[in-house]
């Protein structure tokens, strides 16, 4: 679904990705690990355009989006490619209310009585308190119902490409829990997911693929299950063990 060969992006005078090579594959929850300062979240603005590629490529069903040597396509035209975006800010819209901030994110409906009704109700399903507060200002939510907000807005439409920063940053431990069990669900629809996440508990529990940065490079692939089950190469990637955050 989505790659990315020997990337390198520099914003200013910092060059903060150094040849990243990664890949996602269809229909599969990718997790992408390291610690702080790894350039995740470059990479996942990489990809969104929003900052640009100074080199190699990123492709998209084999479709080079981005990189030197091609029309890289904007940020908006990107989305148009079925592609959402989950930044780890939420982004949401706070004077506006659950209501207004899902239409907005739903490309092609003009009204509210143009969203599908069946989808917003799986959302609801997942996500009960949108239905809660659907006419209250989207800024009122507390800081996990901000998140689930965030969340259903790149889920109001079927996308082909997630992309999720930090979904549990700062949440509670239900919240946690409600937000991985929606995210299961959401990967049960075979949608292709790449997610930032530092709760290792989290990647444990979501993740088919593991992918581990460190100073701006991929410098471990492979299956989360054996990332998991191996406590040294936690170690010596991450600093940390998956055991110790049961």
């Given amino acids: 679904m989505l790659s990315l060969r020997g990337v390198h992006t520099h914003i200013g005078a910092y060059h903060i990705l150094h040849g990243v090579d990664l890949e996602v594959p269809a229909g599969q929850l990718t997790m992408l690990l390291g610690r702080n300062g790894a350039g995740k979240t470059t990479t996942l603005r990489t990809i969104m355009g929003l900052w640009k590629a100074s080199q190699g490529q990123v492709l998209l069903s084999n479709q080079q989006i981005a990189g030197p040597g091609c029309t890289a396509l904007g940020t908006p035209e990107i989305a148009q490619q079925d592609v959402a975006y989950v930044p780890e800010s939420m982004g949401i819209f706070s004077d506006l209310s659950v209501a207004e901030n899902l239409l907005l994110a739903a490309r092609r409906a003009?009204?509210?009585?143009?969203?599908?009704?069946?989808?917003?109700?799986?959302?609801?399903?997942?996500?009960?308190?949108?239905?809660?507060?659907?006419?209250?200002?989207?800024?009122?939510?507390?800081?996990?119902?901000?998140?689930?907000?965030?969340?259903?807005?790149a889920m109001i439409?079927?996308?082909?490409?997630?992309?999720?920063?930090?979904?549990?940053?700062?949440?509670?431990?239900?919240?946690?829990?409600?937000?991985?069990?929606?995210?299961?669900?959401?990967?049960?629809?075979?949608?292709?997911?790449?997610?930032?996440?530092?709760?290792?508990?989290?990647?444990?529990?979501?993740?088919?693929?593991?992918?581990?940065?460190?100073?701006?490079?991929?410098?471990?692939?492979?299956?989360?299950?054996?990332?998991?089950?191996?406590?040294?190469?936690?170690?010596?990637?991450?600093?940390?063990?998956?055991?110790?955050?049961?």
């Fill in 110 to 153: 003009r009204s509210l009585k143009d969203l599908d009704t069946q989808r917003l109700e799986w959302l609801f399903g997942l996500f009960p308190a949108l239905k809660k507060f659907w006419l209250y200002p989207a800024g009122k939510l507390s800081g996990g119902q901000k998140q689930m907000l965030a969340i259903a807005r």
């Fill in 157 to 246: 439409e079927p996308r082909r490409l997630l992309l999720i920063d930090e979904p549990s940053k700062g949440l509670a431990p239900a919240m946690v829990r409600n937000m991985v069990e929606a995210l299961k669900e959401l990967k049960s629809t075979q949608t292709t997911i790449l997610l930032v996440e530092q709760n290792f508990v989290v990647a444990k529990a979501l993740g088919d693929r593991a992918a581990v940065m460190d100073d701006g490079r991929v410098v471990h692939a492979g299956a989360m299950a054996d990332l998991a089950a191996d406590e040294g190469l936690q170690q010596r990637l991450l600093g940390l063990s998956l055991g110790a955050h049961q």
